[in-house]
């Protein structure tokens, strides 16, 4: 019988251990075989001239690759704005996504460690993974990111080498293909039609995004848009990545690249440690992208630490290195000649197209392509993974580091909280934006009982903000008062200042009209922790025939436009009586499920009133209201301006230019609005020379906009017959020069040392007693942008003129910068001018911008509702 031959242990071992091997090594030959490449998928090298992938199909490559490898995670967030796909793809090892639970509470307390050992934490530093998020194509037009992804993507999931394999074991990388899928197709499919014609390449001539158009970059902080939730979700609440870049173009003719660091001014409140490693990182991108023989790189320059708080300039306030990068663009996906005398410098610390210490290595001109933009974009996506992995438990404690002294400055500061009374003018709009500060993952109390603070004695149920928290800086921005800085950096040799980035604050609660208090003192109380979005139901007193709604409340205009929806009637006070102000709603009959339901949606009360006043009262009539819509790429106020009526259920209708010159108006709308713009814009008389100039020369005919001497003249007689034209900002100049009005723009043809106002809000007075202004409070904030102020000229009808609201007489400026305040003491800021038997609204602040300035939309809302 033959015995069984045993091999000795050691050889054994040894032999298992080279049958693993071989296993192992067979699996990922095998799994590499198999993985579809993007140019197999698509059919072309992505960058390739005149060449788009379209969203749908990107959407396909990512599942296709997900089915074969282990090394990335594809979740679909949710539907955008227009009801596409918006994707995560989560990128490590196998490993690191098998323990995403894990690692996502370590990272939670290395970003907020407070109550955690520092023990504790170096621990969770060498067990966590740096966590990176990058974005792509936020722009659609800038189409360069999102179609490099899915290479960047294959390379990572097939590459073997020692430095992919320490990226994938050392950093989970969150990758947002495309921030703005509804645009990317709009402009794939644009282009698609245009190339091969006399318009190839030429830019998308509406929106490309439903309602913010370019704006879609300067959501971060109000979170109005579908694709602004998901990605705060992902970045300041469920994970808080390191460093995050949003990858988009430039213009054609400077440097080829932008890469990190901003350059001056940068915004206050940041912990130091943040600009140091965004210096640190953009060293590494551009290091890496000289190495690779690429030429034109520029940084420290251009683009300011103080900018708008968009994706990545308000990341840095909760604590991640947020960046940006910046391409030249070619011509969408066609080629551009650049001639070397074309390339010019002019930016900030970038004066010109010369070699200096942020610029070496100019680029001489020649082809510009797609594939250039492709290329430059995945070797920076690239190089900040590489130096996070490298330098994992560097980044890790510098996470921790930053949360910490960022807690610490919170509770040594002067101001150590803020305190939100429940108490407001208009208390749903306060909840609104409490709601908009958890969504950034900011921590909230709510007191349970009243407490006092600085002697003044706060009801139960106020809001208590505690700057002891990794946030610190994040809150001090939006909820304290701001001054723009005035410096060498933000002037010119001569004096002239130079014009912030976007606006000169970003201060929520007086965009919102939300009463903040700042408290330089512990709070002590018995508060309770907020941990999701507050939900307010209006209370409903059944039995009752009559109603009271709050004027004071937008929400009330929501509720008032659901119930007119229901064929309710509505009436309104127009003189005060015991109880009631101007402008309160009263609701009289109606199904009490119907009314419940609308109390339920809106959280407004409804309070029982026994008897309406015998006067002083009127039925509210829904306006049919009609906005003017242009081409151009789109007029981004419009869309703005849409989303708001929307959010607050006034239905309109979008009129383009055929609209406002063939129809009879007044027979189909009684109101028409004009969103800011210039007055050559609306009219179609482009100025020579300008850029739109150009733009209009290079677009097929029929999206040429304006309404011509046609179209001003249908206004004209749509006003004189009884219609109301509301004109915001910038399109006021239009309605006092097309209507002949007694009006002078205060603040016209002076210099910017004479006078400038980029973005600040002011203070100003409300006739609250006027029908435009009812619920209004009588003094509060104005934000005013490059907007007109108003004189009413002696004229033979002078009583033809109400002003509505007026800057105060000294100390206007409340937050951002302002030159020149005397030009703006004591002048209108709305003005509403008879004219025929209608009527000329001026509005000259931004009263709706941008879906944020909550505490001025009713002076919006009051010329829908009558």
């Not at 999701?532 to 709050?550: E, H, K």
Request: proline content about 5%.
């Amino acid at each position: 019988m033959r015995k069984n031959f045993k091999l000795p242990r050691t050889i054994h071992i040894h032999l298992t251990l080279v049958v693993i091997c071989l296993v192992f090594l067979t699996q990922v030959t095998l799994a590499q075989k198999k993985i579809t490449s993007p140019q197999e998928f698509f059919g072309f090298k992505l960058g390739s001239d005149r060449k788009i992938a379209r969203w749908d199909k990107i959407v396909d490559y990512f599942k296709v690759i997900e089915k074969e490898t282990h090394k990335l995670k594809v979740i679909n967030m949710g539907q955008t704005t227009m009801g596409h796909p918006f994707l995560l793809v989560i990128i490590s090892s196998p490993e690191n996504l098998a323990n995403l639970n894990r690692l996502q509470e370590v990272n939670a307390k290395i970003s907020d460690p407070r109550g955690i050992s520092e023990a504790e934490i170096k621990k969770l530093v060498i067990e966590g993974k740096a966590v990176i998020c990058q974005s792509m194509s936020l722009h659609a037009t800038e189409i360069g990111g999102t179609q490099m992804t899915p290479e960047l993507t294959y390379e990572l999931v097939t590459r073997s080498d020692e430095e992919t394999q320490r990226i994938l074991n050392n950093v989970v990388f969150f990758l947002m293909p495309s921030f703005n899928p509804d645009g990317q197709i709009m402009v794939t499919d644009w282009y698609r039609k245009t190339v091969g014609t006399e318009f190839e390449g030429v830019g998308l001539p509406w929106l490309y995004h439903k309602y913010a158009g370019h704006d879609n970059n300067r959501d971060g902080d109000f979170i109005n848009l579908a694709e602004s939730v998901y990605v705060a979700k992902i970045m300041f609440r469920d994970w808080v990545p390191q460093a995050y870049i949003d990858h988009h173009h430039m213009g054609s003719y400077g440097a080829r690249f932008y890469v990190p660091p901003y350059c001056e001014p940068i915004r206050p409140y940041a912990d130091p440690l943040i600009w140091r490693e965004i210096s640190w990182y953009g060293a590494h991108i551009a290091y890496k992208l000289e190495e690779a023989g690429k030429s034109g790189i520029l940084n420290a320059a251009q683009y300011p630490g103080w900018g708008h708080f968009g994706w990545h300039w308000i990341t840095p306030f909760h604590n991640i290195a947020g960046m940006l990068t910046e391409s030249a663009s070619a011509r969408l996906a066609s080629p551009l000649f650049i001639h070397p005398e074309q390339l010019r410098g002019g930016s900030r610390a970038f004066p010109d197209y010369e070699a200096q210490s942020t610029f070496p290595n100019p680029w001489p001109g020649g082809w510009w392509r797609l594939r250039d933009i492709v290329e430059q974009k995945k070797i920076s996506a690239w190089a900040l993974l590489d130096l996070a992995a490298r330098n994992k438990e560097t980044v890790l404690w510098n996470a921790y580091l930053k949360a910490k002294r960022q807690t610490e400055r919170g509770t040594q500061g002067r101001t150590k909280a803020y305190v939100i009374p429940v108490a407001q003018h208009d208390s749903l709009t306060a909840v609104k934006m409490v709601n908009t500060l958890l969504l950034s993952g900011i921590e909230i109390r709510q007191a349970r009982k009243e407490f006092i603070v600085g002697g003044v004695v706060y009801p139960k149920g106020s809001y208590h903000i505690s700057l002891a928290q990794p946030k610190m800086g994040l809150i001090r921005n939006l909820l304290g008062q701001t001054d723009y800085a005035d410096n060498e950096w933000t002037r010119d040799k001569d004096g002239s200042p130079r014009r912030p980035y976007d606006l000169a604050t970003h201060t929520m609660n007086e965009f919102m009209g939300v009463r903040v208090d700042p408290i330089n003192e512990a709070v002590s109380g018995d508060f309770q922790t907020l941990t999701g979005q507050i939900r307010v139901s209006g209370a409903f007193a059944s039995g009752s025939s009559n109603y009271v709604l709050d004027g004071r409340l937008n929400e009330s205009f929501r509720a008032v436009n659901l119930l007119l929806d229901k064929k309710i009637s509505v009436q309104r006070i127009d003189q005060a009586t015991s109880g009631l102000r101007p402008g309160d709603f009263i609701v009289s009959g109606g199904a009490e499920s119907v009314l419940k339901k609308v109390a339920d949606q809106t959280g407004v009360h409804f309070k029982a009133f026994k008897s309406k006043p015998k006067g002083g009262i009127h039925k509210v009539k829904r306006m049919r209201v009609g906005m003017y819509k242009r081409y151009y790429g789109g007029n981004m106020d419009e869309g703005w301006t849409r989303l708001v009526l929307e959010k607050f259920s006034f239905p309109y209708t979008s009129i383009m230019d055929a609209g406002i010159k063939k129809e009879n108006l007044i027979k189909k709308y009684d109101v028409i609005i004009l969103p800011s713009d210039s007055t050559g814009m609306i009219t179609g008389e482009i100025p020579p020379g300008s850029r739109y100039e150009r733009y209009r020369s290079g677009i097929p005919p029929e999206y040429r906009s304006g309404i011509g001497k046609e179209g001003v003249e249908a206004l004209k007689a749509f006003v004189k017959n009884g219609g109301t034209l509301v004109t915001l900002g910038e399109a006021c100049s239009f309605g006092i020069e097309k209507f002949g009005l007694d009006v002078r723009n205060t603040v016209d043809n002076l210099s910017s040392k004479e006078f400038f106002c980029p973005g600040s809000t002011l203070k100003a007075t409300f006739d609250n007693k006027h029908p435009l202004a009812y619920g209004m409070p009588q003094e509060g904030f104005v934000l005013f942008w490059r907007n007109p102020a108003f004189e009413i000229t002696p004229g033979q009808h002078n009583e033809y003129y109400e002003t509505v609201a007026r800057y105060i007489d000294r100390d206007i400026l409340q937050s951002g910068w302002l030159i020149g305040e005397e030009h703006l003491s004591n002048k209108a800021a709305m003005v509403s001018a008879k004219h025929g038997k209608g009527q000329v609204v001026l509005i000259g602040f931004r009263t709706q911008h941008r879906c944020q300035t909550h505490g001025t939309f009713k002076l919006l809302f009051n010329a829908l509702i009558r």
